[in-house]
């Protein structure tokens, strides 16, 4: 069966530092996968999405990136956290390019900047 | 670019009672799919549906693809079914995978 993971749970980080969260999932080859956002009292955004090892596509221009160095790994990147960056980030992968499949979701990482 | 509405955006409701969220979008889409976040903040996938009606356990869900709307109904409702539900609309991009866009939620709490 297919697992999703997500690393660390929560991370509290001051403005200005640099983020890393990684993504990774088990049990399927070749996943779209996907990273999003949730701030605070607001809706889910989509953030990235990657198709393929090294295809990234930008939803929100912003000062975060994401690379995808392995088939099954997904990482969410900052050089310098804003305020704004705080929320809760989901990872998500789902199988199948020019079809429609359920998405499923990692357990999350919520990021407080202070 | 796809708007999607939720209704209601909170909701209380007893024990026992039927629950109805309802999802409305405003462009053709390839699915639409009820997710469900729990309070720790985890998401599941409840249902992903193109037409018609789909049954699992307790929760319905359904989708009018020509008025642009879809239903989930949680019967015989539960406590433990407080969370927040989360309709979220698929669309197909040629070789750009399967993007979401989300519903604001609906909170439901259950009260015993």
């Known amino acids: 069966s297919q697992t999703i993971h997500q690393w660390p749970a929560t991370l509290v980080q001051p403005v200005g530092s640099p983020l890393s969260l990684e993504c990774t999932v088990e049990g399927t080859s070749n996943p779209n996968l996907y990273w999003y956002r949730q701030a605070a009292g607001r809706g889910l955004q989509l953030l990235f999405y990657s198709v393929g090892i090294g295809q990234i596509s930008s939803e929100v221009p912003q000062n975060l990136s994401a690379s995808r160095p392995q088939d099954r790994q997904f990482i969410l990147s900052s050089k310098k956290l804003l305020l704004s960056d705080s929320g809760f980030y989901l990872c998500?992968?789902?199988?199948?390019?020019?079809?429609?499949?359920?998405?499923?979701f990692g357990p999350g990482t919520r990021l407080t900047v202070t | 670019k796809n708007e999607v509405e939720q209704s209601p955006q909170n909701l209380t409701a007893q024990e026992g009672e039927f629950i109805t969220i309802n999802c409305s979008y405003s462009?053709?889409?390839?699915?639409l799919h009820w997710l469900q976040q729990h309070p720790g903040g985890g998401i599941v996938s409840l249902f992903m549906l193109s037409s018609g009606k789909k049954k699992h356990g307790r929760l319905i869900a359904t989708i009018n693809i020509q008025e642009k709307h879809s239903s989930l109904h949680i019967t015989a409702s539960h406590p433990r079914d407080s969370a927040v539900y989360i309709c979220a609309v698929s669309y197909q991009v040629k070789a750009a995978g399967n993007k979401l866009t989300f519903g604001g939620g609906t909170r439901v709490l259950v009260k015993p």
């Open positions: 998500a992968w789902s199988i199948g390019a020019l079809t429609y499949y359920e998405q499923y």
């Open positions: 462009v053709g889409i390839s699915a």
